[in-house]
T-cell receptor
Framework: GAVVSQHPSRVICKSGTSVKIECRSL??????MFWYRQFPKQSLMLMAT?????????EQGVEKDKFLINHASLTLSTLTVTSAHPEDSSFYIC???????????FGPGTRLTVT | AQRVTQPEKLLSVFKGAPVELKCNYS??????LFWYVQYSRQRLQLLLR??SRESIKGFTADLNKGETSFHLKKPFAQEEDSAMYYC???????????FGEGTQLTVNP
């Protein structure tokens, strides 16, 4: 099956710094990538949808200037959390889908801790 | 607006017993419904989708448009079924998913 990787798996950063998370589709071309946030014991909350070569579409309430998403190629999307604060600490999950089928394949997630 | 509701956060059954994880949805058009599963320390993965009408690992789910439900069922639960289960919805042809809150299933020996 299709494989999606995320890097890093865990990151700790200081408040005020920026951190970049990578999401890669390893064996297929991902026309669309999604970024989710998951709080402990809660569901996945879609943050944004990105299509290769175009600007990401953010969900209501998600600050686009804080969570910068770049989808520069068909196999790579990045999420940059800018000027991170402790409340940004969370589990960030990406998923990727190709043309057919439109199934989403999920990455293993990145645990971000802001101190 | 689209919404998915899983009324049970926790569900515990004994091995060999039937299990049903409930999912209700609201959507103005014709939705695609999915069940995703997340085993301990593993990534989220697709279990089944309603358009496939298939049985995966003994699980089935039928879309009931009248009751706007997509309950997940298995006649005889196994210990390895213990996991977090998420019901999800997207519009036909679309890929944006809306997830329910999830149900943690525990199958006891």
């Amino acid at each position: 099956g299709a494989v999606v990787s995320q890097h890093p798996s865990r990151v700790i950063c200081k408040s005020g710094t920026s951190v970049k998370i990578e999401c890669r589709s390893l064996d297929f071309q991902a026309t669309t990538m999604f970024w989710y946030r998951q709080f402990p014991k809660q569901s996945l909350m879609l943050m944004a949808t990105s299509n290769e070569g175009s600007k990401a579409t953010y969900e209501q309430g998600v600050e686009k200037d804080k969570f910068l998403i770049n989808h520069a190629s068909l196999t790579l999307s990045t999420l940059t959390v800018t000027s991170a604060h402790p409340e940004d600490s969370s589990f960030y999950i990406c998923s990727a889908s190709g043309h057919l089928p439109r199934e989403q394949y999920f990455g293993p997630g990145t645990r971000l801790t802001v101190t | 607006a689209q919404r998915v509701t899983q009324p049970e956060k926790l569900l515990s059954v004994f091995k060999g017993a039937p299990v049903e994880l409930k999912c209700n949805y609201s959507y103005s058009g014709s939705p695609e419904l999915f069940w995703y599963v997340q085993y301990s320390r593993q990534r989220l993965q697709l279990l089944l989708r309603h358009i496939s009408r298939e049985s995966i690992k003994g699980f089935t789910a039928d879309l009931n448009k009248g009751e706007t439900s997509f309950h997940l069922k298995k006649p005889f639960a196994q210990e390895e079924d213990s996991a977090m289960y998420y019901c999800a919805l997207s519009g036909i042809g679309g890929s944006r998913l809306t997830f329910g809150e999830g149900t943690q299933l525990t199958v006891n020996p």
